[in-house]
């Protein structure tokens, strides 16, 4: 049950550091969340864990450091004045029709990517195997969390230049990212 609860802190946290921050390219703000992120889990962990809580300290401590970066992500949206009333308001219905299709894909890119490990684990049957496999899986998965980041930062960008119908910004957006991420993956 303590662990459901600690998906609403985690969901909300997302929505305003992948959502907001990279939507209005304050790429800054994003990566300082992300930075503090990790290092306020950790501090928490470490804190309840030596106050004596075992288990549930560091139960606890995750918890309290998502809780923690999440009033640093609202107060740094509240200092740039971007969290304000709106009066527009979207029928359940639209909504609904919005994200099934981003649930849907989400749902099974997850599972496409994880499927191999629960085969392995079938075929094998032994943990200590599936353990080493599922290292270097995360290890060759490196590559693809680099590169990772370029349609992150890149999207925003080409849906203002798009929606400004700036066209020949666009075009350069892409061929850059393309050059650069060539430079890269080739050698």
Same mark, same amino acid.
């Given at each position: 049950?303590? $662990?459901g ?14 959502g ?12 300082l ?10 501090f928490f962990?470490f ?6 809580l ?5 139960l ?7 809780l923690?970066?999440l009033?640093?992500c ?8 971007i969290?304000?009333p ?14 099934a299709?981003?649930?849907?894909s989400?749902l099974?890119?997850?599972v496409?990517?994880?499927i ?7 075929f094998? $049957?032994?943990n200590?195997l ?8 995360t290890?060759?998965n490196?590559?693809y969390?680099?590169?990772?980041s ?31 991420? $060539?430079?890269f993956?080739?050698?």
């Amino acid at each position: 049950m303590f $662990l459901g609860i600690m998906v609403v802190p985690m969901s909300l946290l997302s929505l305003y550091n992948n959502g907001y921050f990279n939507g209005l390219r304050l790429f800054k703000q994003q990566a300082l969340i992300k930075t503090i992120y990790p290092f306020s889990r950790v501090f928490f962990v470490f804190l309840f864990v030596f106050l004596g809580l075992k288990l549930w300290g560091i139960l606890f401590g995750y918890f309290v450091g998502t809780l923690f970066t999440l009033m640093i992500c609202i107060f740094l949206l509240k200092r740039k004045k971007i969290i304000k009333p709106t009066k527009t308001r979207f029928s359940s219905k639209k909504i609904l029709f919005f994200s099934a299709p981003i649930a849907i894909s989400a749902l099974g890119f997850t599972v496409i990517k994880n499927i191999n490990t629960i085969f392995i684990k079938s075929f094998l $049957l032994d943990n200590t195997l599936v353990g080493l496999y599922t290292s270097a899986l995360t290890l060759s998965n490196i590559p693809y969390m680099i590169f990772l980041s370029v349609p992150i930062a890149l999207m925003p960008s080409i849906s203002k230049s798009i929606s400004s119908k700036n066209y020949k910004l666009t075009k350069k957006y892409i061929s850059q990212s393309i050059r650069y991420l $060539l430079l890269f993956m080739v050698p």
